[in-house]
């Protein structure tokens, strides 16, 4: 008998799972640990990047204004040093900065300390030249962080290391000023790293970040006019007043003064020489003021209280010598006789000769070539017309009219005068009420020539006589002086946009006046063409005086006046042309300066003399009424004499060199709205 047999299965072993769950739950919290140390190292970096920023944008405008040596021009060196000295000055990680190491130049050359060096701080950063470029780099080190800072001017993105932010869009659609692209440009760049915190868990690499910022400026017209800018490159003098001890009374002062916008400004006198084959010694100096107190530039006056001198600016007598390290014996003859003063008009501390950059006359050409090419290529269809020009209207066939045979002719009238005669035009005693006159031969008045309405004359020498306009005694040359335009019996020097405004063109040849007689433009600008179509105007900007400004010539025509009475202001219909608050100039101002009928504040134009003289003369003796900028630069000298107490309002001289004689005493005022100014440079800005 058989019985089912029952197999006992084992019982099921219960699994416990809390090992697993513990070990879950230990590689979780390990990860949590981790992600929170990387978290607070994360933020750690970007609290580091937020300092580290800051401190490079801080440092970057220092450093951007340090670029400013008052010359419009970016000084690299400089830029730098006052990024790296304000890092110093200012954060505890960079007080083991040493600024007298660590100096390249933009092609990486070693060079000396940038701060310090004379020849360095007063180059000029050109962008096409890498070696005016500079560069500094420091490494080092402050408690766990380890610093590294780069700090350059000229700088280029191109050429530098790429950084993430550089892609963004703001970034890549800067643009910059191509004529100064890179110098105007200060990249401050400051890398940083720290052993991590509880990011160890996970890694053992420091934590690094690097930020750069970078700023740019830009040039403007600056707030400061010189009565005087004197162009000569080598040599001396460049402003001489008598001769060395002649103790003749001659003088030169230059008054500071206050606009009617309230800007207020130091009297200024700049040279551009270098002092090169100056000696130092008896008549070979850059100034020379042969006398106590012959040549000085006085205070501005406080425009809170204009009785008083501001004690922050004093009166500048400038040099490009002195900034090359020239000794003060070749700068000046004496303290005592060139100096800046404190004071308003006499006394006050006599501050030496002080350092300038070199200048040039980019500021002028920069502000004038449209309106002065534009003018002088109007006037050549003119010149060059067999017979009357297109647009005029009457033809005058007499040399010796009388009043009555120009009577009929009225303002609407465009006049053409024939007259090629070997004495020229010698009319006497008329008025010719023609807005425009074109005299194809030269132009010798025996009386009063008057033109009141006159807003355009052309003398076109057709004979090239060496005189084109002959004044001589008891005659006159006047222009544009209808009654509106004149004060009394001078020109209105009177800021008024409805008064018209004249140009006279003299295709080649000299003005000359001698004693009795009476040049009067008013309102007027005048080229001196130098027998060239083009005026002998320059294609670039900022050339240095030469003496074959024409065609491989010194040209044809220069002002010699050697007695007589000068009467001429140049046209003038603004009162304010900078901005105040940025010290820009107006629209208005440069829609001005280019206007070809008169440039604003422009009264001479000219770049020739004669093929055996560079002299000018401006020799009154009588009345001296001038107003304008006179711009001759390759006068050399131009010689202002006269006799005592001329007082020249808003009259700028911009040429080679001057000089004054017999006892001339000259006491000039200059409003920065109505001159040229020294550049300055602007900030754009940080860009990254």
């Known amino acids: 008998m058989h019985r089912k047999v029952t197999v006992r299965q084992r019982p ?32 750690l970096v970007r609290l580091d990047r937020q300092v580290d920023r800051s401190a490079a944008d801080s440092a970057t405008l220092a450093g951007l204004h ?58 000029s950063c ?123 009374g001659t003088f030169i002062h230059v008054l500071g003064a206050i606009t009617s916008t309230g800007l207020a400004q130091a009297g200024s006198i700049h040279a551009d020489s ?66 800046g003063s ?83 035009f010698q009319a006497s005693g008329i008025t010719i009420n ?19 309405n006159a807003t355009k004359v052309y003398i076109g020498n057709q004979g090239n006589k060496t005189n084109a306009l002959a004044i001589g005694n008891g005659a006159s040359f006047e222009m544009n002086n209808s009654a509106a335009n004149m004060s009394g019996t001078l020109c209105s020097t009177a800021v008024n946009a409805g008064l018209t405004k004249g140009t006279l063109f003299i295709r080649t040849g000299s003005i000359a006046e001698s004693n009795g007689g009476m040049l009067r433009l008013c309102r007027t600008t005048a080229f001196m063409l130098g027998g060239q179509s083009d005026g002998c105007v320059p294609a670039t900007s900022g050339n240095a005086p030469t003496t074959t400004p024409c065609a491989g010539t010194l040209g044809t025509g220069q002002f010699t006046q050697t007695g007589g009475d000068i009467d001429w202001t140049a046209p003038n219909s603004l009162d304010q042309t900078l901005d105040t608050t940025t010290n820009t100039s107006l629209p208005a101002a440069v829609t001005a300066w280019a206007d070809p009928n008169g440039p604003e504040d422009l009264a001479l134009w000219s770049e020739s003399a004669t093929n055996t003289s560079q002299t000018y003369n401006m020799n009154g003796g009588g009345i001296f009424n001038v107003r304008g900028v006179f711009m001759v630069p390759n006068a050399d000298p131009f010689k202002i004499s006269g006799g005592a107490g001329m007082n020249l309002t808003n009259a700028q001289y911009i040429v080679t060199s001057i000089e004054l004689n017999g006892g001339t005493q000259i006491t000039m005022k200059v409003d920065p709205n109505s001159a040229v100014t020294l550049p300055d440079l602007d900030l754009v800005g940080l860009i990254r």
């Open 126 to 248: 050109k962008p096409a030249d890498k070696s005016t470029w500079a560069k500094w780099h420091w490494a080092g080190s402050t408690g766990d962080l380890s610093m590294d800072v780069t700090i350059q001017s000229g700088f280029s993105f191109a050429t530098a290391p790429a950084l993430p932010e550089d892609s963004l869009a703001a970034s890549s659609s800067d643009t910059t000023d191509t004529t100064k692209r890179y110098c105007d440009t200060l990249a401050v760049t400051i890398g940083q790293s720290r052993k991590p915190g509880l990011g160890s868990l996970a890694t053992s690499s420091r934590l690094s970040t690097v930020v750069r910022s970078v700023g740019r400026v830009k040039t403007v017209p600056g707030s400061s006019a010189p009565a005087m800018l004197l162009l000569k490159r080598t040599g001396c003098p460049a402003l001489r007043t008598g001769n060395s001890g002649s103790g003749s």
């Open 66 to 123: 340090g670029l400013n040596k008052d010359d419009g021009i970016p000084h690299s060196y400089v830029g730098v040093c006052a990024a790296v000295r304000y890092l110093k000055a200012n954060d505890p990680r960079f007080v083991g900065i040493n600024e007298a190491t660590g100096w390249k130049d933009g092609n990486n050359a070693a060079t000396g300390n940038g701060c310090s060096s004379t020849a360095l701080t007063l180059k």
């Open 274 to 339: 270098d002092g090169t084959g100056c000696t130092g010694g008896s008549n070979s100096n850059i100034f020379i003021g042969a006398q106590d107190s012959g040549i000085v530039a006085y205070a501005a006056p406080l425009v809170s209280n204009p009785t008083a001198p501001d004690p922050t600016k004093p009166g500048l007598v400038t040099s490009y010598a002195a900034a090359t390290g020239a000794n003060q014996g070749v700068v000046r003859d004496q303290l005592d006789y060139v100096y």
């Open 342 to 424: 404190t004071a308003l008009t006499s006394g006050g501390t006599r501050n030496e000769v002080s350092a300038r950059p070199l200048i040039t006359r980019k500021l002028i050409d920069d502000r004038y070539f449209t309106g002065v090419k534009a003018a002088i290529t109007a006037a050549a269809p003119i010149f060059s017309a067999p017979a009357a020009p297109a647009g005029f209207n009457k033809t005058l066939n007499n040399c010796t009219p009388t009043a009555a045979q120009v009577a009929s002719i009225t303002s609407a009238d465009t006049l053409y005068v024939n007259c090629t005669a070997n004495n020229g």
């Open 434 to 452: 023609a807005n425009a006159v074109y005299f194809n031969g030269t132009v010798n008045p025996s009386g009063t020539l008057k033109m009141p």
């Open 12 to 43: 099921e072993r219960r699994r416990d799972e809390r090992g697993a769950v513990a070990i879950m739950i230990a590689f979780t919290l390990t990860a949590i640990c981790v992600v929170t140390a990387m978290v607070m190292d994360f933020g």
